[in-house]
């Protein structure tokens, strides 16, 4: 994962944040991010330290999972659709965010320095790397059965890792929310899945024979 501020020495960083007028902010786990938040343009955050979930909440009172936005990567107005009554921004343990308003990126001043073309070459690595993982999350999403679902899941993972062991970052709640299945059902292909040895699962350790 690329950084945004990658290749920038952290003199010209703290003159670019100054800029930007860029803005941190802490976060509580549990904490809903878009609570009160003093953004009314369009924005970006990026995720210095933890990770968020940005969730849709259905009128039947269901939770799905549409993004997953970890340390180094980046969010905000113009990446998602988080001005939505029914989206909430789950910090899911304590993060810390800065926030950048659109409007400083484009900002004339700040074309005159060399380190802002890295910020914008990093910025737009970004959001190549997001949106090949937005596109892998709807590749999973298409899939027909919560079996394959899982399994695509799981082998995504471990390319990703470059290892068939690994440990799963979400909870299993998390994880149904995620692939936008039933929890019980999932609990139950789980377990086929473990008897028939596609599978091992030890807690959040999981290995795939595939």
């Known amino acids: 994962m690329h950084k945004l501020f990658e290749n920038i020495s952290s003199k010209n960083i703290d ?81 810390q965010i800065t926030f950048i308003e659109y409007n400083q990126i484009t900002n004339d001043e700040i074309f005159k320095y060399d380190f802002y073309i890295i910020f914008i070459k990093n910025l737009i690595r970004i959001l190549t790397e997001q949106l090949n993982n937005r596109n892998h999350r709807i590749s999973l999403l298409t899939k027909k059965t919560t079996r394959d679902k899982i399994l695509a899941y799981f082998k995504g993972i471990s390319q990703k890792k470059g290892n068939k062991n690994f440990n799963l970052e979400l909870s299993f709640t998390e994880l149904a929310n995620y692939l936008s299945v039933d929890r019980s059902a999932m609990t139950r292909e789980l377990k086929y899945l473990k008897d028939e040895g596609f599978i091992e699962i030890n807690g959040k350790r999981v290995t795939i024979n595939y």
């Open 15 to 95: 003159k670019l944040k100054k800029i930007l007028k860029s803005n941190t902010i802490q976060y509580h786990k549990n904490v809903n991010v878009l609570s009160n938040m003093y953004y009314k343009e369009d924005f970006i955050a990026l995720i210095d330290k933890g990770f968020i979930q940005i969730i849709f909440n259905d009128y039947d009172g269901n939770k799905i999972v549409l993004e997953e936005i970890k340390t180094g990567e980046i969010f905000g107005s113009l990446t998602s659709s988080i001005k939505q009554d029914e989206i909430t921004c789950i910090a899911k343990e304590d993060t």
